[in-house]
């Protein structure tokens, strides 16, 4: 009998405990870690930066026309004031107030490109920087400043260009750092410690081109710039617009269009300025922002390497959509053996580039330097074409 009462007991106590007790009171007072937990994703730079640091504004692909511009600080060209002399004066010799200081790429070292300018591929110009030239030997920019690049297994390749950097460091450095060394890189011009930045963005494998801003249909409101390349500029002024644009930085081997929906479909106004950008050895990949571009015909008759992106991957800029682009660039390398996107430097576009890169060994694709691509037509096509036409005036001038 008392065995049983003490069994009773001792279960109504373990009952009580049970559905009335406080387990946290039976724990230890103090926990030790003992290992370090590390993220296993890295953290968004939509996360790591201000959000007033994000909000530029691009060119849209998807209807041909131009966005507000990113406010580059500069002067409306049209504005002749006093006020508008003394910016414009002050934007060409007055030296950066805060450069970038130069930081070693650890992570990417391996795969730096040469310092710039490597000798005899510049010379001085009139505007205090250098341009390109082409060698004595015809080594071009486009040949000695692009990243080295095989693909002999013959896998379909995909290249990225991010542009607009220069603008904001912060992101300008993430972009650096955290993509990989063959996503091409491509600067504002008007970007304060410009060489800076091209050189240390070379120094971390990065090959860059240099914007041209060229003239959107609602110019001036949308103002892209005192040395934006118009349709209603003569050659002359057009040609000295791409110089001073074009000396503001060395170590690129080509050159890509910022905006210019209206200027891309003017052959009289481009016709100068490839001419020019073929006499000194560069490449021009257009980014595929103006649909009704005659950019490649006037590359063709001035044998101007060129290639045309086939996506704008962040006109949309939200992760979803800018994935869904991507999976786009890969189907088009499939079919075609190769594809180009371009996009802008927003921290979002920085991010999924960064992680979608990772994906792309395992599907079989190879990511490719933008420089890769870029053609130029055969001399003997234009030459023939020349002489058709010769030959057509004649006639007509027979008749």
């Known amino acids: 009998m008392a065995v049983m009462t003490f069994a009773a007991i001792s279960a109504a106590g373990i009952l009580a405990i049970r559905f009335t007790g406080d387990p946290s009171t039976g724990a230890p007072r103090q926990v030790v870690g003992l290992f370090d937990a590390q993220p296993t994703q890295p953290v968004g730079l939509n996360h790591r ?165 060229m003239e959107p249909y609602d110019y001036p409101n949308n103002d892209t710039g005192p040395y934006t390349l118009l349709t209603t500029a003569n050659a002359t002024e057009n040609r000295r617009r791409t110089e001073w644009l074009l000396s503001r930085a060395t170590g690129y081997f080509g050159v890509t269009n910022y905006q210019g929906a209206k200027f891309a479909t003017d052959n009289r106004s481009i016709s100068p300025v490839f001419q020019m950008l073929s006499e000194r050895g560069l490449a021009f990949i257009h980014d595929g922002a103006a649909p009704r571009s005659v950019f490649q015909t006037v590359a063709d008759a001035n044998h101007l390497p060129f290639t045309e992106a086939a996506r704008v991957v962040d006109a949309d800029p939200t992760g979803s959509a800018i994935d869904e682009q991507l999976l786009h660039l890969e189907a088009i390398s499939l079919q075609r053996g190769s594809a180009l996107g371009t996009g802008f430097a927003f921290p979002i576009t920085i991010d999924q580039i960064r992680d979608w890169a990772e994906t792309l060994p395992s599907k079989g694709y190879l990511l490719a330097p933008a420089s890769s691509l870029p053609r130029a037509a055969p001399a003997y096509i234009a030459e023939t074409e020349t002489g058709a036409e010769a030959n057509h005036d004649d006639t007509q001038a027979h008749h």
């Open 49 to 213: 930066l201000p959000d007033d640091e994000a909000g530029i504004h691009h060119a849209s692909a998807e209807t041909g026309h131009d966005t507000p511009a990113p406010n580059l600080g500069v002067a409306d060209p049209s504005d002749h004031s006093e006020q508008s002399e003394v910016q414009t004066a002050s934007l060409e010799t007055q030296a950066p107030a805060e450069e970038p200081t130069p930081a070693p790429s650890t992570a990417q070292s391996h795969a730096s490109l040469p310092t710039a300018p490597l000798p005899g591929m510049s010379q001085w110009s009139e505007h205090g920087g250098r341009l390109p030239v082409i060698a004595d030997d015809g080594r071009r920019s486009f040949d000695v400043y692009r990243r080295p690049f095989s693909n002999p297994a013959g896998r379909p390749t995909i290249s990225i260009i991010i542009g607009g950097l220069g603008l904001n460091s912060r992101v300008t450095q993430a972009a650096i750092d955290e993509l990989p060394p063959e996503v091409t890189l491509s600067f504002v011009p008007y970007s304060r410690g410009l060489q800076t930045w091209v050189d240390r963005a070379r120094a971390a494998g990065h090959e860059v081109m240099i914007e041209l801003p």
